[in-house]
C-alpha cells in the first residue's frame, strides 16, 4: 500500500493561531496545581523508562560483525 497517495495535509505549519487557541492554550497551562501536575508526570516517567546502565556498552553486539 502506498501512503503517500492518502498523505492529506490540511494546514500550513505556518498558520498563526486563532485568539480562541491562544485562550484554549492559556487555559491549559496557566493552572495553580501546575506543579503537582509536573511532580505526578515525572514520578510515572520514571516507571516507564529504565535507567541506562552506563557500565554497559551499547556497541558490544557489533563486535561479532568487526
Do not use: G
Not at 39 to 54: D, H, M, N, Y
Amino acid at each position: 500500500m502506498n501512503y503517500s497517495d492518502n498523505l492529506q495535509v490540511n494546514s500550513s505549519p505556518y498558520t498563526s493561531l486563532r485568539e480562541r487557541d491562544w485562550e484554549a492554550l492559556i487555559l491549559l497551562f496557566d493552572r495553580d496545581d501546575s506543579d503537582e501536575i509536573e511532580a505526578e508526570i515525572k514520578s510515572k516517567l520514571v516507571w516507564l523508562v529504565p535507567e541506562p546502565c552506563w557500565e554497559d556498552n551499547p556497541f558490544e553486539f557489533l563486535h561479532e560483525f568487526l
